[in-house]
Each structure stands twice: as C-alpha cells, then as structure tokens.
C-alpha cells in the first residue's frame, strides 16, 4: 500500500500536517510512528486524542510498525505515514517500506545541526540517513505546507558534505 505523504517532522502531528496537509488529502488515518511516543502512555495518550479533523491517529513503534505493513498495512485507506527523524525513516525502509517521495516537512535546530533550510537543519548523522533514503530512489522534497514551493534536498545535502570533507 502506498501512503499518499510520508513525512518526516521533528514535532510529529501538530498544525501543519491536520489542517494543511490534511485538508488537501483527507486523510482517513494518520499513522505517527516513534519509539519514544508509542511507548509513553501520556505522550501515546497526548497524541491519539490530537484534533486531526476526522482522521483517525494510529501511533505506533517501529517494529509495530513494520509487523502491521507486512500483514494488512493500511490497505485501502487513505493514510498519511509521520516519523520525527530520518533515521526512523530508514529504519522503515530497511523493514520493507516502500515509497517514491518523501516530504522533509520539519527538522528544527538543535545543537550541532546546520542550516540547509528556515526549517530543516541536519548533523553529519541526518546528511547520511537521508542520502541513503536517496541512493535507495526516493525522492527528498523539502515543503513544510502544501503551497510552499518543493526544494529537491539532495544537491544541498550533497554541497554540505563536500564542505564537510
């Protein structure tokens, strides 16, 4: 099954992705998939009862994850796939994930990540993961809403690592 925007955003479910990204597909679930959520009750809590205007909120760990697209997956459901890095991403990916595009919606500033964006910073470790999401035929569109005109993120991550070597 193809999720119709996989998306990689530090903050998950928030504003963005329910009113923007979810007016403009109609989601009719929003798989959010984090270790750290799936396996905080508050936190699992915090963003299962999120206002996703109909949509329904599946959070769930990696492996979980991976357990549920290996048997029914989200088969005949219009859904929307979150994860907060680009190495949960890869992780997916690795467990049999397949997709075309992926939206690099949100990666904030953090201490030791770089500027390639006004919303996506990356550290050594994300330049990596997010290249091999690209060696493996992904296309990395960065686009923080809809309307946003979409940046291919490979020739910057590309010029990023030259400068770093």
Do not use: C
């Amino acid at each position: 099954m193809a999720f119709v925007l996989v998306r990689i955003d530090d903050r998950l479910i928030h504003g963005q992705v329910t009113v923007a990204w979810g007016a403009l597909l109609n989601p009719d679930v929003i798989v959010l998939v984090n270790d750290d959520v799936a396996s905080t009750e508050w936190k699992r809590d915090l963003y299962s009862t999120t206002d996703t205007m109909g949509a329904r909120i599946d959070v769930l760990g990696i492996e979980s994850f991976l357990e549920r697209l290996a048997g029914v997956g989200w088969q005949e459901e219009n859904a929307i796939l979150v994860v907060n890095s680009a190495a949960d991403l890869l992780a997916l990916m690795r467990g049999g994930l397949s997709t075309e595009r992926v939206n690099v919606g949100g990666m904030h500033f953090t201490e030791g990540k770089r500027e390639v964006l006004q919303y996506v910073y990356v550290d050594e470790d994300d330049v990596r993961d997010l290249l091999d999401i690209s060696d493996r035929g992904v296309a990395l569109e960065a686009r923080d809403l809809p309307q946003s005109e979409p940046v291919d993120l490979v020739p910057k991550l590309l010029e990023l690592r030259a400068k770093s070597t």
